[in-house]
């Protein structure tokens, strides 16, 4: 389905055909005046610049040329050369009424759809989330299901850190605590336990102790360097430990992640890469980019304009694979195995060096030089005082505590609002973990990604203004007036030309949902959905204002009304479900 705007640049095409001016002009755009007209062509402009005439006679020509149609109501020509348009009330009806039962909202799937893979979350083994994973994890989310919905053949891949220096500290910490396993020993050659030696609250302790201690003991940080580079060249023992490592960390790694609404289609990590890093090295080395430096393998990166860029290091002395090694490696394995045609890193904007190094050898060692690679980085969330988010004991913010606290301000919330003398306390507490959540999630997504923004837990769970409680109550309330509506007997019907301006400004408003969803997928930038969502409550707050729907004497009217409420529903459902916000039944 075209959108409002490419149905009036079709039909004034055909009087740009007529008066064989040129068709590039004859594009219709919304109004920036929406209190004079819905739509505008502003063509005249330099088309008279081209045919030296005043535009204003200029513009009245094309108006002149329109083809017959039942789509533009009233069309005028104003100084200096505007041509302003309206719409049809038929018309718009007929148009809403295609949207309704719609699962697509009248966006066609791309007739041209890409192998993608959609990077996203990158948390880390053995330590835990925090805060900027959670906005990796929650803006990746949504680009992910907008390239689905776009009809992209998209993957979301973890890529978690599974291949750092935290895995031979833990290997270490392990070490010190139990040295006895057959892990450690390397003449032992039987089968290694199917259990793992310890719990996901041993490595909870093991790894912040041991980290903390390696910042002031040099021998041990050498130690855990060392066991890092033993895993990696392939000991048998340290192998068997670190899956058990990446195992117990996984299994709790899901459940953070399905609080968050959160699934992967591929559950791979950075070791994944692993068995992609000698061809890698070896296509790298014979393309003849590399260079030795200090025993090191390293890439001179192309300039950033006049601006030189450090090299990108391939191989450390000691034969360690480093952050870049594992990236290349991993660009080559979705290249060669998956036939990635796109891939999108939504990984914080700091990292953008690196993106920059990595992407620059990828292409120019042919590892892939035809895929086309986005950094869609994303800013930092910082507190009240606009600095990076900590606890209030000055650490780093744990996922899991980010989202009890959603959970548990959505239940003040919602007590302090009285729902604790309708619900009982469960139902209480079900709501409140989408509520809270979303409210996050919905605070972090409304942002452009490459914004900062405060983390503001009390005004992310608001009732009311630009919020994701706000949006969720909106279609929650509408679901409720409609059921009540069946309830009574009233059915929902056709939808007949609107008689308000608000049912008109409703009907233009729904009409958006095409163009916010497909820019959304362009910039790779949720936040558009995020403004279209909000725009539309609004417009439908004011139709619900204006047009009482269940006192309406006039059925056929209110059959419409009911209609046109189902259709707002199910949109916010649609984009709900874009930007991965779960909505509960009752609010
Ligand atoms: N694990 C990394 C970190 O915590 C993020 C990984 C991002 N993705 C990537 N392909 N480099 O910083």
């Not at 041209?112 to 900027?132: F, L």
């Not at 990590?269 to 692993?274: L, P, Q, T």
Request: hydrophobic letters at 40%; aromatic letters at 8%; one cysteine or more.
């Amino acid at each position: 389905m075209y959108t409002f705007e490419q149905q009036l640049t079709s039909l004034f095409e055909q009087s740009f055909d007529k008066l064989n001016f040129d068709k590039k002009f004859a594009r219709v755009v919304v109004s920036n005046r929406p209190e004079l007209c819905q739509f505008q062509c502003n063509a005249a402009m330099p088309l008279a610049k081209i045919a030296k005439k005043a535009p204003i006679e200029i513009a009245k020509e094309i108006i002149l040329n329109l083809p017959e149609n039942n789509v533009i109501k009233s069309v005028e020509a104003v100084m200096p050369g505007f041509i302003n348009v309206n719409l049809t009330e038929e018309f718009l009806a007929s148009s809403t009424q295609t949207l309704v039962d719609d699962k697509r909202q009248g966006l066609a799937k791309t007739e041209k759809p890409k192998k993608a893979i959609i990077d996203y979350c990158g948390a880390n083994i053995a330590k835990s989330m925090h805060v900027g994973h959670l906005r990796a994890t929650i803006i990746g989310e949504s680009i992910k299901r907008i390239s689905k919905f776009i009809g992209d053949d998209a993957l979301g891949d973890i890529h978690y850190g599974d291949w750092g220096t935290q895995m031979g500290m833990v290997i270490t910490a392990v070490k010190e605590e139990q040295p006895n396993l057959p892990y450690f020993d390397e003449s032992y050659t039987g089968e290694y336990p199917t259990q793992a030696p310890f719990t996901i609250k041993d490595l909870e302790r093991l790894y912040p102790d041991i980290s903390g201690r390696c910042k002031e003991d040099e021998d041990l940080a050498a130690a855990c360097r060392q066991a890092t580079v033993e895993l990696q060249q392939g000991r048998v023992g340290y192998r068997a430990l670190w899956k058990h490592i990446v195992e117990v960390s996984v299994i709790e790694l899901k459940k953070d992640l399905a609080d968050l609404n959160v699934d992967f289609d591929l559950w791979l990590g950075e070791a994944s890469s692993d068995a992609f890093v000698p061809a890698t090295v070896e296509q790298v080395k014979a393309s003849g980019v590399s260079r030795v430096s200090e025993g090191a393998t390293i890439v001179d990166v192309t300039a950033q304009g006049k601006h030189e860029v450090a090299p990108l290091m391939l191989l450390k002395s000691d034969g360690a694979v480093v952050y870049a090694t594992t990236d290349l490696a991993t660009i080559k394995e979705r290249v060669d195995e998956f036939k990635a045609e796109e891939i999108v890193y939504v990984v914080d904007g700091r990292q953008s060096l690196h993106f920059y190094q990595v992407f620059d050898v990828a292409k120019r060692s042919g590892i892939a030089p035809e895929t086309n690679m986005i950094h869609a980085g994303f800013g930092t969330v910082n507190g009240k005082d606009g600095k990076p988010f900590k606890t209030r004991s000055g650490g780093v913010l744990k996922l899991r505590d980010l989202i009890e606290m959603g959970k548990e301000a959505a239940y003040n919330k919602m007590n302090e609002a009285g729902r604790g003398e309708v619900f009982a306390e469960e139902e209480m507490r079900e709501i409140a973990q989408k509520v809270g959540v979303s409210a996050i999630k919905f605070a972090d997504l409304m942002n452009h990604r490459s914004a900062n923004y405060i983390f503001d837990i009390d005004k992310f769970v608001q009732f009311e203004g630009k919020t994701g409680p706000y949006l969720l109550y909106t279609d929650v309330r509408i679901r409720s007036m409609l059921s009540k509506a069946s309830e009574a007997g009233l059915q929902a019907g056709q939808i007949i030309a609107p008689s308000t301006e608000s049912e008109i400004n409703l009907m233009l408003t729904l009409d958006k949902f095409k163009t916010a969803v497909q820019k959304a997928y362009d910039d790779k930038a949720p936040n558009i959905i995020c403004d279209h969502a909000f725009a539309l409550t609004q417009a439908y707050a004011r139709f619900y204002n204006d047009c009482h729907i269940l006192n309406e004497e006039d059925k056929a009217k209110q059959a419409s009304w009911l209609s046109l409420s189902a259709v707002v529903a199910q949109q916010l459902e649609l984009m709900f479900d874009l930007l991965g916000l779960q909505v509960p039944t009752k609010m």
